[in-house]
């Protein structure tokens, strides 16, 4: 049988030499290429033969055995695909008895019976092992070695368990449930942050009215024995010895006893109504109440975290330099003095300032914002938004003067090492008020002085008072009124300073006190002077309106012309 296999098997090429069956029809028509040329050449015999018998019927003829010849090949072709799939088709039989074969000669469940036993043999192994452990353990061995042992395997015991068992857990980021928004619940949380920040806010009231002397023998007591402490050096125990007390009294007071210790005396809420009997919007006010709390009180933790951040960052350089300098002179005065000496002169200094110090500054608030160095700073400090602020700030006038330099006109000069050109919200300098290119603001009015216009000439309400930006130049006073829609427009006002005839300071309500905040101009053209009034740097516009006025003057006229002040 095997005999006859292999003759079909090799009946044709071997199997080494056979295509693909997607390309076998290529393959076939090569092979039988040599069949075709023989079969082919007795056609042409016959055809010539056919020629010159009939030569009338010889191209039907050509055409009848063109067709034959194409029979032929194809059933040819179909022949040879036929023995390729025989092929494949038994050499997938042969296949399949070599792997059966393979498969029984393995016997993979012997080796799977022989790994068992080794594994069996392993643990008895190790049973044995720790048996002859345990037995030598019981024998009597020297006594240090005895001790040695003994703490070996104490420490095992105590301890192996847990080093045998640690593992690292990565920690799970579980996502807690979050509540809806309720104004109940809001209301209620509230009340339990107030409730819970009580016990701080009233122990920072009584530190409070300790260094304001709300009470001056409780104030003089403790200061007394304060210093006397921190003299002696009984500062930390004393502290210890305050809180112990506390803690003392504060046993008394949940066993029942009535024990009031507090310096300022306690405030009790006030009755707050009952949900029941609200109204509609009385419960709407009262979420937009506790709203606005939160709302505030997140503002505040957030601008004292913000100025710490800030202040350790090094976005106040001037600032940060002082805490700077500070830790390096503690840092070296606790590595140079006695600890002794540092304790003493710390508290020495923390009483002399809760008591003296803070009292002085917060009974004058002008001499604590002159002289209170940590409340200066601290004040100066910028939050976050103030630094976007401060930015945005910075930026727009780098724009703004950029823009500027671009659009710089070829007749107009720009001011030295500033390198800027002048204008205002509507349009260039010289555009608004009408006047030459070359007239600018003076460095001290770059931006202007923000005033009122009141025209006493005037009986309309509407143009009696003005409000706009007030400017001087070299030969103008320039006023540029904010109700003005077009660049040039007739409410602008322009005042040449050589035709002033008189300048002073003036009070426009006699009422308020002070010098007043208004600067009166006389002209020949008014019946009443112009007054230039609410201007909060009254004086500084003053004074360089007439040291311009002035310099006009003593060019154009005699000094005997000079105004009256």
């Given at each position: 049988?095997?005999?006859r296999l292999d003759k079909i098997r090799?009946?044709?090429?071997?199997?080494?030499?056979?295509?693909?069956?997607?390309?076998?029809?290529?393959?076939?028509?090569?092979?039988?290429?040599?069949?075709?040329?023989?079969?082919?050449?007795?056609?042409?015999?016959?055809?010539?033969?056919?020629?010159?018998?009939?030569?009338?019927?010889?191209?039907?003829?050509?055409?009848?055995?063109?067709?034959?010849?194409?029979?032929?090949?194809?059933?040819?072709?179909?022949?040879?695909?036929?023995?390729?799939?025989?092929?494949?088709?038994?050499?997938?039989?042969?296949?399949?008895?070599?792997?059966?074969?393979?498969?029984?000669?393995?016997?993979?469940?012997?080796?799977?019976?022989?790994?068992?036993?080794?594994?069996?043999?392993?643990?008895?192994?190790?049973?044995?092992?720790?048996?002859?452990?345990?037995?030598?353990?019981?024998?009597?061995?020297?006594?240090?070695?005895?001790?040695?042992?003994?703490?070996?395997?104490?420490?095992?015991?105590?301890?192996?368990?847990?080093?045998?068992?640690?593992?690292?857990?990565?920690?799970?980021?579980?996502?807690?449930?979050?509540?809806?928004?309720?104004?109940?619940?809001?209301?209620?949380?509230?009340?339990?942050?107030?409730?819970?920040?009580?016990?701080?806010?009233?122990?920072?009231?009584?530190?409070?009215?300790?260094?304001?002397?709300?009470?001056?023998?409780?104030?003089?007591?403790?200061?007394?024995?304060?210093?006397?402490?921190?003299?002696?050096?009984?500062?930390?125990?004393?502290?210890?010895?305050?809180?112990?007390?506390?803690?003392?009294?504060?046993?008394?007071?949940?066993?029942?006893?009535?024990?009031?210790?507090?310096?300022?005396?306690?405030?009790?809420?006030?009755?707050?109504?009952?949900?029941?009997?609200?109204?509609?919007?009385?419960?709407?006010?009262?979420?937009?109440?506790?709203?606005?709390?939160?709302?505030?009180?997140?503002?505040?933790?957030?601008?004292?975290?913000?100025?710490?951040?800030?202040?350790?960052?090094?976005?106040?350089?001037?600032?940060?330099?002082?805490?700077?300098?500070?830790?390096?002179?503690?840092?070296?005065?606790?590595?140079?003095?006695?600890?002794?000496?540092?304790?003493?002169?710390?508290?020495l200094y923390a009483g002399i300032k809760?008591?003296?110090?803070?009292?002085?500054?917060?009974?004058?608030?002008?001499?604590?914002?002159?002289?209170?160095?940590?409340?200066?700073?601290?004040?100066?400090?910028?939050?976050?938004?103030?630094?976007?602020?401060?930015?945005?700030?910075?930026?727009?006038?780098?724009?703004?003067?950029?823009?500027?330099?671009?659009?710089?006109?070829?007749?107009?000069?720009?001011?030295?090492?500033?390198?800027?050109?002048?204008?205002?919200?509507?349009?260039?300098?010289?555009?608004?008020?009408?006047?030459?290119?070359?007239?600018?603001?003076?460095?001290?009015?770059?931006?202007?002085?923000?005033?009122?216009?009141?025209?006493?000439?005037?009986?309309?309400?509407?143009?009696?008072?003005?409000?706009?930006?007030?400017?001087?130049?070299?030969?103008?006073?320039?006023?540029?009124?904010?109700?003005?829609?077009?660049?040039?427009?007739?409410?602008?006002?322009?005042?040449?300073?050589?035709?002033?005839?008189?300048?002073?300071?003036?009070?426009?309500?006699?009422?308020?006190?002070?010098?007043?905040?208004?600067?009166?101009?006389?002209?020949?053209?008014?019946?009443?002077?112009?007054?230039?009034?609410?201007?909060?740097?009254?004086?500084?516009?003053?004074?360089?309106?007439?040291?311009?006025?002035?310099?006009?003057?003593?060019?154009?006229?005699?000094?005997?012309?000079?105004?009256?002040?």
């Amino acid at each position: 049988m095997l005999k006859r296999l292999d003759k079909i098997r090799f009946r044709g090429q071997k199997r080494d030499d056979f295509l693909d069956l997607a390309e076998s029809p290529n393959g076939s028509d090569n092979e039988c290429s040599d069949d075709i040329l023989l079969r082919t050449k007795p056609s042409l015999k016959t055809q010539d033969t056919e020629e010159l018998g009939d030569p009338a019927g010889s191209g039907a003829l050509t055409m009848a055995a063109a067709f034959q010849d194409f029979q032929r090949s194809e059933s040819d072709r179909l022949n040879e695909m036929k023995g390729h799939l025989e092929i494949a088709l038994l050499e997938k039989h042969f296949l399949q008895e070599e792997l059966r074969k393979l498969r029984e000669e393995t016997n993979v469940e012997k080796i799977k019976e022989e790994l068992e036993r080794e594994r069996g043999k392993r643990i008895d192994l190790e049973l044995r092992m720790n048996e002859v452990l345990k037995s030598r353990y019981k024998e009597k061995p020297p006594q240090g070695e005895t001790l040695y042992l003994r703490a070996w395997r104490w420490l095992y015991d105590r301890v192996g368990v847990y080093i045998e068992d640690f593992r690292f857990v990565p920690e799970e980021n579980t996502v807690e449930a979050e509540e809806p928004l309720s104004a109940k619940r809001l209301t209620e949380n509230m009340r339990r942050l107030k409730r819970g920040a009580r016990p701080v806010t009233n122990f920072m009231r009584n530190l409070s009215a300790l260094s304001n002397w709300h009470s001056v023998y409780t104030s003089a007591i403790s200061f007394i024995i304060y210093m006397n402490a921190a003299w002696h050096g009984w500062a930390i125990p004393m502290f210890l010895f305050l809180a112990i007390l506390r803690l003392s009294l504060n046993y008394l007071i949940a066993k029942g006893w009535r024990i009031q210790w507090s310096i300022v005396p306690d405030i009790t809420d006030p009755i707050e109504p009952s949900k029941d009997d609200l109204t509609v919007s009385e419960k709407f006010q009262l979420v937009l109440d506790v709203a606005q709390k939160a709302q505030n009180l997140f503002g505040k933790m957030a601008d004292v975290l913000e100025k710490i951040k800030n202040l350790f960052m090094w976005v106040q350089p001037e600032i940060t330099q002082k805490l700077y300098i500070s830790l390096w002179v503690a840092f070296l005065s606790s590595c140079i003095l006695p600890f002794k000496l540092v304790g003493f002169m710390i508290g020495l200094y923390a009483g002399i300032k809760f008591f003296i110090i803070d009292f002085l500054f917060k009974s004058c608030p002008k001499l604590r914002d002159k002289y209170d160095t940590p409340h200066i700073d601290w004040n100066n400090l910028p939050t976050d938004p103030q630094l976007k602020e401060r930015t945005n700030a910075t930026m727009s006038r780098r724009v703004r003067t950029r823009t500027y330099e671009s659009t710089v006109p070829c007749g107009v000069n720009l001011d030295g090492d500033s390198a800027r050109i002048h204008s205002t919200k509507k349009g260039a300098f010289h555009e608004i008020f009408n006047v030459s290119e070359n007239e600018r603001p003076l460095p001290v009015c770059d931006n202007g002085w923000r005033c009122c216009l009141i025209n006493r000439d005037r009986k309309m309400p509407t143009d009696y008072i003005r409000n706009g930006m007030l400017y001087v130049t070299e030969n103008y006073l320039c006023f540029e009124s904010s109700s003005s829609k077009s660049a040039a427009s007739k409410k602008n006002k322009v005042i040449k300073l050589v035709d002033i005839t008189d300048i002073q300071k003036y009070k426009v309500l006699s009422v308020l006190p002070g010098s007043g905040m208004g600067i009166s101009i006389a002209t020949p053209s008014t019946q009443k002077p112009l007054v230039f009034g609410a201007m909060i740097h009254r004086d500084e516009a003053f004074e360089a309106i007439f040291t311009q006025y002035m310099k006009i003057i003593t060019t154009a006229r005699p000094p005997s012309g000079s105004p009256e002040l």
